[in-house]
């Protein structure tokens, strides 16, 4: 059943400024730009979410640039904005390679990165990539700022800290050392919810996080020890199939998620191109 757009509230904020100030003296609200998943949930009745804060024509939150050291990517930068980022492309190119592979050109040219983020599906294309990256979120309401490592953002199934009167203005992701890799396996290569997602980056230290093979995305902690006390590429991957907690749902079984994302890791510390 199509849901109806009766009995339900769009507000416009002309500013950052205004937006937060709405979530604080109106909420709840439910912030909405990209609208990708969102329209989704109207469209089959199924969002039971009745008063928006329209953000997409925030400017505040766009931007792709260097501060202090740290690549900062405003939290409505579309996939587009990614993919076309020369300062993405040279600092996260694992961050331009998930945004290609996130449905189509209409919904790269909508999509935002903190849609997907506060989407909070484990299955999100680009969480794996923030994980391993060791991202900052930053949270901005009315009275100020903080910033939470991505690590610490979720707490649960679609759960994360962001508190009603927040917004998340931006990411900050620090340079990262080694070679990045990204790899999305599902029924396409891309317009497909993937069955497993990969992120990492291999220099000094290995980086693994996962998506689709828990409640949340994963950094695979246990396997980035073990091969840091020079584990063996087959003894890592047993590792990780006993770290990964997938289940078994419609997209696949958690047997073929724990071989898959074991078959992953190998090609992840594999040197060659």
């Known amino acids: 059943m199509q849901g109806s757009i009766l009995h339900r509230t769009l507000l416009q904020p002309r500013s950052l400024r205004e937006a937060l100030t709405m ?3 109106e909420g709840p609200l439910t912030p909405m730009a990209g609208c990708t998943d969102l329209y989704v949930a109207l469209n089959f009745g199924t969002a039971a ?3 928006f804060l329209n953000l997409w024509t925030l400017d505040a939150l766009r931007g792709i640039e260097m501060r202090g050291g740290l690549l900062s990517i405003g939290a409505l930068a579309t996939y587009s904005d990614i993919i076309r980022s ?4 040279r600092r996260l190119p694992m961050l331009a390679a ?3 592979e996130v449905g189509g050109v209409q919904i790269q040219n909508r999509g935002t990165l903190g849609g997907n983020v ?3 599906s484990p299955a999100g294309d680009t969480l794996p990539v923030l994980a391993a990256a060791e991202a900052i979120v930053v949270l901005q309401r009315a009275a100020g700022t903080r910033r939470v490592p991505f690590n610490a953002f979720y707490t649960g199934y679609r759960r994360t800290v962001r508190r009603s009167d927040e917004l998340i203005a931006r990411f900050e992701v620090p340079a990262v050392p080694g070679r990045q890799w ?5 029924t396409r290569a891309a317009q497909a919810i993937s069955k497993v997602v990969i992120a990492g980056a291999v220099g000094k230290e290995v980086r693994i996080a996962l998506g689709s093979v828990a409640p949340t995305v994963v950094r695979a902690t246990r396997t980035e020890a073990a091969l840091s006390s020079g584990a063996s590429v087959a003894e890592a991957q047993r590792t990780l199939m006993e770290e990964i907690a997938p289940i078994d749902d419609i997209r696949s079984t958690a047997d073929y998620r724990r071989r898959v994302a074991a078959n992953l890791l190998a090609r992840l510390l594999d040197p060659r191109p």
């Open 23 to 25: 979530l604080r003296d």
């Open 86 to 89: 020369p300062l993405v492309r």
């Open 98 to 100: 998930a945004a290609r």
């Open 49 to 51: 979410e009745t008063r």
């Open 118 to 120: 506060a989407n909070a």
């Open 182 to 186: 990204f790899r999305k396996v599902g």
